[in-house]
C-alpha cells in the first residue's frame, strides 16, 4: 500500500497564479485533512473532510478551497496565490471515528509551496 | 478551543544520553488523546508514541517515553539513549475523543504544538 501521496512534492507560483495540490489516500479511510506548517507555528489545519461530497473548514481556511469528489482523494486548491499561502502542506487520513477512535492520523510526504 | 504549547523551540543532547522535551496543554475535556510525532529532514511525520487520556500508566515505546500528568495538563517526551537518528523536530499534537453521542464529534482533528526541533551531538 502506498497509504497517503501529495502531488506535487514542491512548486512556485507566482502570486496570483492558482494550482491544486492532490491527496490520495489509498486505505479506504473516511476522513482526510489538510494542514499547513509553517516556522514556529506547528501544523494548523486548513480543511477537513468527514466522507466523499463532504467538507468542513479548519483553523485556517482563507484563500483555499477543497472538493472530496472520490472517497479516495482530497483536494486543496488556491485560487490566487498570496505569498502568505508560502508554505509546506500535509495532507492526512484517518479511519471514521468508530474504527480510528485511537488510531493516529497517516500523513503524506507534504508539498512544499513558495510564492513569488 | 484546546491549544499545545511547546516552550522549547530547541534542544540539544550528547549521543547516548537522555532528554526530555516538553509540552503543556489545555483543554476543559476528560476524553483525550495525546501523540508525539517525529519529522526528520525528510519531512514525513513519524507517529513516536501515543497516550490516552483515560490510562494512568505511561506509554511506552523502545527508548520513548512519556511523562502524562493529566492533572497538570503535562505530557512530556523522554529519549533514552539518544541516537544520531533521533535528530528531528518533535510535535506534540492533542486529539479529542468526543464522539456524536458525547455532544459533538472531533472527526479525529488534530491539534499542534509549535515544534522542538532536537539535535543529537556525536
Known amino acids: 500500500n502506498a497509504g497517503v501521496t501529495q502531488t506535487p512534492k514542491f512548486r512556485v507560483l507566482k502570486t496570483g497564479q492558482s494550482m491544486t495540490l492532490l491527496c490520495a489516500q489509498d486505505?479506504?479511510?473516511?476522513?482526510m485533512y489538510w494542514y499547513r506548517q509553517d516556522p514556529g507555528m506547528g501544523l494548523r489545519l486548513i480543511h477537513y473532510?468527514?466522507?466523499?461530497?463532504?467538507?468542513a473548514k479548519g483553523e485556517v481556511p482563507d484563500g483555499y478551497n477543497v472538493s472530496r469528489l472520490k472517497k479516495q482523494n482530497f483536494l486543496l486548491g488556491l485560487e490566487s496565490a498570496a505569498p502568505s499561502q508560502t508554505s509546506v502542506y500535509f495532507c492526512a487520513s484517518n479511519p471514521d471515528r468508530g474504527l480510528g477512535r485511537n488510531q493516529p492520523q497517516h500523513f503524506g510526504d507534504g508539498t512544499r509551496l513558495s510564492i513569488l | 478551543a484546546q491549544t499545545v504549547t511547546q516552550s522549547q523551540p530547541e534542544m540539544s543532547v550528547q549521543e547516548a544520553e537522555t532528554v526530555t522535551l516538553s509540552c503543556t496543554y489545555d483543554?476543559?475535556?476528560?476524553?483525550?488523546?495525546l501523540f508525539w510525532y517525529k519529522q526528520p529532514p525528510s519531512r514525513q511525520m513519524i507517529l513516536v508514541i501515543r497516550?490516552?487520556?483515560?490510562?494512568?500508566q505511561n506509554a511506552t515505546e523502545n527508548r520513548f517515553s512519556v511523562n502524562f500528568q493529566k492533572a497538570a495538563k503535562s505530557f512530556s517526551l523522554k529519549i533514552s539513549d539518544s541516537q544520531l537518528g533521533d535528530a528531528a523536530m518533535y510535535f506534540c499534537?492533542?486529539?479529542?475523543?468526543?464522539?456524536?453521542?458525547?455532544?459533538?464529534?472531533?472527526?479525529?482533528?488534530?491539534?499542534f504544538g509549535q515544534g522542538t526541533i532536537l539535535t543529537v551531538h556525536p
Open positions: 497516550q490516552e487520556a483515560y490510562k494512568q
Open positions: 483543554t476543559s475535556e476528560s476524553d483525550y488523546y
Open positions: 473532510s468527514v466522507g466523499e461530497g463532504t467538507t
Open positions: 486505505m479506504n479511510h473516511e476522513y
Open positions: 499534537a492533542y486529539r479529542s475523543a468526543r464522539s456524536t453521542n458525547a455532544g459533538g464529534t472531533s472527526y479525529g482533528k488534530l491539534t
